[in-house]
């Protein structure tokens, strides 16, 4: 899955590149969270703004990245667009995961 | 108002599935559904589709997934069909839990839910090797459909 990753102080920003998070992306979604947080990275905000599909396959792999962090730690949401957004709350996971409208906002409410 | 019918048939590689995600969103839109009732019928068709990939046929390519889509003036039906291993019958899905316990929280199986939540009708069938998973979304809704 093409990701752009940069660094912001503590918070690791993760960036779709690809407009589709699905069945064939998200395993490699999940590896690429996995090397973050092994490089101890805790705090990671995953920008959707250029995403208009996801299924539960992608949700899934989100909350698996999210469940890496363990107790310590945070993934949020930025950017999800109205399709989007309809999904996290059709599954209820608006409920786990913080939803910010702007990737500077998420990185503000992480940054400690 | 438009209305029709179409097979689409891809393989049993998840790889494709876009292919049938992009023209039933195109569809749901010109019938029209508003943008996120036609994503969400995307999802659910999507959904059934990759079950059937990764159930039917264990992953395994070189099998072909049906998508017969039916339009009229009062529903949108999409048939997913396939004829590998026929799914067994259950309840209908609940996706609970707890929003402060992050370790437990659900991964996998909401594709199901996400079918029922979204769809009005779900029903699957299976006779003489071929498995069908017939969504029915209904477009005249009353009221307690939302």
Redesign the interface.
Known sequence: MRLEIKKLGRVTVVRSLES?M???VAVDFKMEISRIVEDDNRWIVFDVKDI??I???G???I??S??ML??EGDLVIAGAG??VL??FK???MD??FQMFPTEKEAVESLAG | MIAGKIKLIIDSDLSHVFLVGFSVNRICLEIPLSEVEAYQVEVCVVEAVNNTIKHAYGNEKGHEVEVLIDLDTERITFQICDTGVAMKAGKKPSLEFDPDDRENFPEGGMGLFIMHEVMDEVSYSSSRGRNVLALTRHLVRNSSEG
């Open positions: 589709r699905d069945a064939k208009v599909f299924d539960s396959s949700l899934g792999a909350v698996s999210l469940k363990g107790d109205e399709t309809s999904l059709l599954t209820r409920r786990v």
